[in-house]
């Protein structure tokens, strides 16, 4: 593979499962892209330089050095170099210079940005950081909360440019977990989906959460007695998760501004249960969040060294 023309720096979000890689040009422009499942979680510390250079070797020119900017689980205490958390209240990018893991190849300038953590109660994020500082790039002047949905989906509240406060919820994990892993495997194999079922499930997890643990046990119940279909249970199983996921959430979203930044599917899903509580939603898909807060941090790296 030939040198990528025109590449001035290299974007990563290192997550726990997968890689993502953007060679950019001096304006931020995408020119190549490219993703691997080399995630922390499959890597030990000597393990990070090969799995990028997999990816991006073949980008670098032969002379001189790229920087690189990364977020997520590169940064942790099993990444390739720890990045400290930085306490909220803050901005999402400190002034300081970021961790810089050592690197064999020349060619290559590693930066990796912190997390944030908040200590009581005690919650923490790494990656999200960045697609917060992007959103707030694309919306200057944004009060208000951030939900970015995942498989531990975070609400940030933010004010001023700083983040205030936020809470994790391992919604996106436990659905993952009782699809795969649970009796309601055999309940929620379909691959399409049922609206009006999500958002009568969205009502009854916002409303009666108490009641979680029975009513997922129902939809096992309901598709042995009464045929409930697999698109449908899956339907009301996501539902019944984001609704009692927004009944503990409830003091962030109520009576605010509020942004979803995330895939476009469990965007909309989020958009929709966050609609029915008459809430105007403003969605952002998460790939040029993340990539205009990466942008946002390699300018601080170039004013620095300048």
Not at 122 to 129: H, N, P, Q, T
Not at 159 to 169: H, I, L, M, P
Not at 206 to 213: D, G, I, K, V
Request: with cysteine; aromatic share 6%; charged share 20%.
């Amino acid at each position: 593979m030939t040198a990528v023309q025109g590449l001035d720096w290299i974007g990563a979000d290192w997550g726990t499962s997968n890689l993502r890689v953007w060679a950019l040009d001096a304006a931020g422009r995408v020119l190549v892209r490219a993703e691997s499942e080399d995630g922390m979680g499959r890597l030990d510390r000597a393990g990070f330089e090969p799995a990028l250079l997999r990816l991006v070797g073949g980008w670098l020119p032969a002379e001189g050095r790229t920087t690189v900017v990364a977020c997520g689980m590169v940064g942790s205490r099993q990444g390739w170099v720890e990045a400290p958390y930085r306490a909220v209240p803050c901005t999402p990018f400190g002034r300081g210079p970021l961790a810089r893991p050592e690197t064999r190849d020349p060619r290559l300038s590693v930066h990796v940005i912190p997390g944030l953590r908040q200590d009581s109660p005690a919650d923490v994020m790494r990656g999200e950081e960045t697609q917060i500082a992007g959103y707030l790039v694309r919306n200057p002047g944004f009060d208000g909360v951030i939900c970015l949905p995942g498989t531990h989906t975070k609400w940030a509240l933010v004010s001023a440019g700083e983040v205030v406060a936020f809470q994790t919820f391992m919604t996106g994990e436990i659905f993952a977990l009782l699809t795969r892993q649970s009796v309601l495997r055999h309940s929620t194999g379909g691959a399409g989906w049922d609206g009006p079922a999500f958002a009568e499930a969205v009502s009854e997890g916002l409303s009666r959460p108490e009641r979680l643990a029975a009513a997922l046990f129902a939809l096992r119940a309901e598709a042995l007695l009464h045929g409930l279909t697999p698109d449908r249970a899956r339907a009301r199983l996501s539902g019944l998760l984001i609704g009692s996921e927004l009944a503990a959430s409830r003091p962030f979203w109520l009576g605010q501004k509020v942004a979803v930044v995330g895939a476009e599917r469990v965007a909309a899903a989020y958009a929709a249960a966050l609609g029915q509580q008459a809430l105007t939603v403003a969605t952002a898909e998460v790939e040029p969040m993340t990539l205009a807060g990466l942008a946002a941090a390699r300018s601080r790296i170039a004013e620095a060294i300048a």
